[in-house]
């Protein structure tokens, strides 16, 4: 990946964050697209069993 793909996806990361703050509930939509990016940015891909989440809605399991 280029370093400006680099800053877009943190970009895009940070963006989320901010979606998440000051909110009581986890969302777990955001969760997974913050997850996704950051597995994306390091070159992989993520699986269910990377996700650290209990209960987690967008989990099948």
Do not use: W, Y
């Not at 901010?18 to 969302?27: P, Y």
């Amino acid at each position: 990946m280029t370093p400006d793909e680099l800053k877009e996806i943190d970009v895009k990361i940070e963006k989320l964050n901010s979606q998440l703050v000051g909110d009581v509930f986890h969302d777990a939509d955001i969760m997974e697209k913050i997850k996704k990016l950051e597995a994306n940015k390091e070159g992989r891909e993520l699986t269910p069993t990377q996700c650290d989440m209990n209960n987690c809605e967008s989990c099948s399991g």
